[in-house]
């Protein structure tokens, strides 16, 4: 597909031309039997623009063929001639969260309320995680764990009644 010189230079000069001469150019490319999508890349105009300016303009087979196999891909290429592949972008995000989850996770291994904090719902199968803030963790011990029996006097071995409201 070659493109005659005297568009070529139309379309360096597209921001200076008329409207009239605008839609020439584009009516001119398409007449070269380039797509639509080929003609929005060198001149900055919308696809329904150019479908306006060109109804009347019927590709020859010869031409509609040339088109098709620009557009077909070469096996495991996209358009464009990048590989294609869907998997190894989320691969690599998914990569960079891990890499930065072990990061942020050594950092607050050193923080002890952190720490009693992820590990308290789990140790307090009775207080369940729903009753227990972080700011339950201030000032009090893990004791606040123990569940009270019936056995045992009231605040003894359960959690200080205070902190629960």
């Given at each position: 597909?070659?493109?005659?010189?005297?568009?070529?230079?139309?379309?360096?000069?597209?921001?200076?031309?008329?409207?009239?001469?605008?839609?020439?150019?584009?009516?001119?490319?398409?007449?070269?039997?380039?797509?639509?999508?080929?003609?929005?890349?060198?001149?900055?105009?919308?696809?329904?623009?150019?479908?306006?300016?060109?109804?009347?303009i019927r590709l020859t087979e010869e031409q509609a063929d040339e088109v098709v196999l620009r557009r077909t891909p070469?096996?495991?290429?996209?358009?464009?001639?990048?590989?294609?592949?869907?998997?190894?972008?989320?691969?690599?995000?998914?990569?960079?969260?891990?890499?930065?989850?072990?990061?942020?996770?050594?950092?607050?291994?050193?923080?002890?309320?952190?720490?009693?904090?992820?590990?308290?719902?789990?140790?307090?199968?009775?207080?369940?995680?729903?009753?227990?803030?972080?700011?339950?963790?201030?000032?009090?011990?893990?004791?606040?764990?123990?569940?009270?029996?019936?056995?045992?006097?009231p605040g003894r071995g359960g959690p200080p009644s205070s902190i629960f409201r």
């Open positions: 597909m070659e493109i005659e010189a005297d568009i070529l230079e139309r379309v360096r000069k597209y921001e200076t031309l008329s409207r009239w001469e605008r839609q020439e150019l584009g009516r001119d490319l398409r007449r070269q039997g380039l797509s639509y999508g080929e003609i929005m890349k060198l001149i900055p105009v919308k696809k329904s623009t150019l479908a306006t300016w060109c109804r009347e070469v096996p495991g290429r996209t358009l464009s001639g990048e590989p294609y592949t869907t998997h190894r972008p989320r691969k690599r995000e998914v990569e960079l969260i891990k890499k930065q989850a072990r990061l942020e996770a050594q950092h607050l291994q050193d923080d002890a309320f952190w720490t009693s904090g992820v590990r308290l719902p789990y140790d307090c199968s009775s207080a369940g995680p729903s009753r227990i803030s972080r700011r339950t963790l201030v000032g009090v011990e893990s004791s606040i764990c123990m569940p009270t029996t019936a056995n045992q006097p």
